[in-house]
């Protein structure tokens, strides 16, 4: 089997991107420790406890590993950008946040590739991998072929852009593995230009400690006030070095129906009044639920704020403020 049959099948279980990377140590690993030693990691624990040293090596997932299968999905929707969008009554819930949550659909699709994967190979041990499991995902992205790791460190493809989600599957097969495409980022500085809250490390990286899908997303307990103006109007996560970079301009939009918006840029009033159980019924099954009920509220508050009226007691909208 070669990875461009891997490719093929990949397409049939509904991924555009896909290639092969070798199961073993990424050459970037020290990247990673020495971001987590100089703190940009915050207090996001899964990525500084013990799994930490469970990204050195993907055979700590799967003894068996040889090859890693990466994927991408994409969920680009024809909505319009951050950039191009300035109604401050309303709040700002990222792209990949409208649909479905990516880790369900992912994970369905990656099993169904070891489903297919094991007809031919009936003796293959393998393991699926979406986000959450403690593995490096761009690096071995970028080794399978699958793209650059931008300055905005998102992965990129050059015909795809960078609306996609990535996913893997560790398996015992060895397969001879693809090679990573040059950086084509070359001397456009636009995204750490756009960054509102300067999260992008001018040596290359980002503090996730100043980055707004940290706050309103990863986050618990109160956002820093310098950080606040900076905030806007989102309400989860951030799009905008995404938003501002040439390689999404034509980037293609998803055929998934799971990634169809069901929420985009809600009212901030609604959101504020809210219950509890409204926002468990509204977000079921999309991945805004991940900032809990306190946090989504605290998000809503920082963005009434930004838009000039503070939020008022017993989650009513009662008085117009001045712009902080
Ligand atoms: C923690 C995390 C976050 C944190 C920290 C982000 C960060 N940049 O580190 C926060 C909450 C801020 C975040 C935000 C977002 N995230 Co996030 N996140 C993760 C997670 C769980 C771990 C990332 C991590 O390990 N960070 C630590 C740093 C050191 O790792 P890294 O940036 O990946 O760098 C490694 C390599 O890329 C490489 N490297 C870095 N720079 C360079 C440069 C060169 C030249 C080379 C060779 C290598 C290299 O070295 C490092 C390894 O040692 C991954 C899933 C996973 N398991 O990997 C998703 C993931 C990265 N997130 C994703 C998404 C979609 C987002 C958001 C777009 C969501 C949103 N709209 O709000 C934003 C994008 C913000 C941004 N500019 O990165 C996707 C990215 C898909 C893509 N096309 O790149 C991932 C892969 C999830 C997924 N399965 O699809 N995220
Ligand atoms: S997601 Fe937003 S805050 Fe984070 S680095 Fe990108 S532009 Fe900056
Ligand atoms: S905006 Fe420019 S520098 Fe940033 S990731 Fe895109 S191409 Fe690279």
Redesign the pocket.
């Known amino acids: 089997m070669t990875a461009d049959d891997i490719r093929e099948l990949a397409r049939e279980c509904g991924f555009e991107l896909a290639g092969v990377a070798a199961a073993a140590p990424a050459e970037d690993r020290a990247r990673y420790r020495d971001w987590v030693a100089a703190g940009y990691a915050g207090e996001m624990r899964y990525l500084t406890d013990r799994r930490a040293s469970v990204r050195e090596d993907p055979r700590e997932l799967l003894a068996s590993a040889r090859s890693i299968v990466c994927v991408g999905k994409l969920y680009q929707t024809p909505w319009p950008y951050t950039t191009r969008f300035d109604d401050e009554q309303r709040g700002w819930i990222s792209r990949y946040a409208w649909g479905d949550d990516y880790h369900d659909v992912l994970r369905r699709g990656l099993e169904r590739l070891a489903a297919r994967l094991t007809e031919r190979e009936p003796s293959m041990e393998s393991r699926v991998c979406v986000d959450t499991a403690p593995i490096l995902e761009r690096s071995y992205a970028r080794l399978a072929g699958l793209g650059w790791i931008g300055k905005?460190?998102c992965l990129i493809n050059q015909q795809q852009g960078s609306w996609f989600f990535l996913g893997e599957l560790l398996m015992s097969l060895e397969i001879p593995p693809d090679a990573p495409p040059p950086d084509r980022c070359g001397t456009c500085t636009r995204?750490i230009d756009?960054?509102?809250?300067a999260?992008?490390l001018p040596q290359g990286g980002?503090d996730a400690t100043?980055?707004?899908?940290?706050f309103t997303i990863e986050l618990r307990g109160p956002i820093p006030e310098e950080h606040h103006a900076?905030i806007g109007s989102h309400i989860f996560?951030?799009?905008?070095?995404?938003d501002v970079c040439p390689w999404n301009r034509r980037a293609p939009v998803t055929t998934e129906a799971a990634f169809a918006p069901r929420h985009f840029a809600p009212r901030l009033e609604e959101m504020e009044r809210l219950s509890e159980t409204e926002f468990r019924e509204m977000f079921r099954g999309s991945p805004v639920t991940r900032a809990r009920y306190e946090g989504f509220r605290r998000n809503v508050a920082v963005a009434l704020r930004n838009a000039g009226r503070a939020p008022g007691a017993n989650g009513r909208c009662s008085s117009i403020a001045p712009s902080r």
């Not at 100043?210 to 940290?214: D, G, H, L, P, T």
């Not at 996560?237 to 995404?242: A, T």
Request: with cysteine; aromatic share 4%; charged share 10%.
């Open positions: 905005n460190t995204c756009a960054c509102p809250t999260a992008i980002l100043r980055c707004i899908s940290y900076g996560g951030c799009d905008i070095c995404q």
